[in-house]
């Protein structure tokens, strides 16, 4: 079930759970603790099973008409089982509601590591297309990779 999580401790603690156990994608701890903190002053969504959260995802607004959908994760054990295209989904319909016009993702561009990309073939799957690659935004092993929507 996905749910919207109003309560500012709530989303960071579901967030502190979700990105601890991806250290794959989540290892530099500064990184990680940013996210954690600003997860609660933006939108969250959850995946919960059993009163257990197996996916979240946080959406930022980044300008009055672009929302970033700012970090998100699911349980190794629970990829490929449709909780991330779910919760997606709802959060692409709770961006149109909001009135964004373009929603917008950042992660490592193609071919530096697998666990990257596999997580550009999901956004490209949702239908993201490449925008720009920004060679040195966050250093120069990790150049980032920007996919934008539009929404409508």
């Known amino acids: 079930m996905i749910r919207v999580i109003n309560d500012a401790q709530e989303k960071q ?3 502190r759970f979700i990105l ?3 250290s794959e994608w989540f ?3 500064e990184a990680r603790e940013q996210y954690i903190r600003e997860s609660g002053d933006e939108i969250v969504l959850a995946s919960v099973e059993d009163d257990q959260p197996n996916g ?3 959406l930022k607004e980044t300008g009055k008409d672009t929302v970033e959908l700012a970090v998100m994760g699911v349980l190794k054990e629970c990829h490929r089982k449709g909780i991330g295209r779910e919760l997606f989904e709802h959060a692409k319909q709770i961006a149109v509601e909001k009135g964004y016009s ?3 993702v950042k992660t490592v561009q193609m ?3 697998e666990e990257y990309d596999n997580t550009n073939r999901f956004y490209l799957s949702l ?4 925008f720009e690659v920004l060679p040195t935004l966050w250093d120069e092993w990790n150049p980032c990779q920007i996919y934008v929507m539009a929404l409508r």
């Open 127 to 130: 239908g993201f297309k490449e």
């Open 20 to 22: 601890e156990s991806l």
């Open 56 to 58: 979240f995802l946080c």
């Open 111 to 113: 071919g530096r590591y």
């Open 13 to 15: 603690r579901i967030s």
């Open 27 to 29: 290892g530099i701890p």
């Open 102 to 104: 373009f929603l917008q």
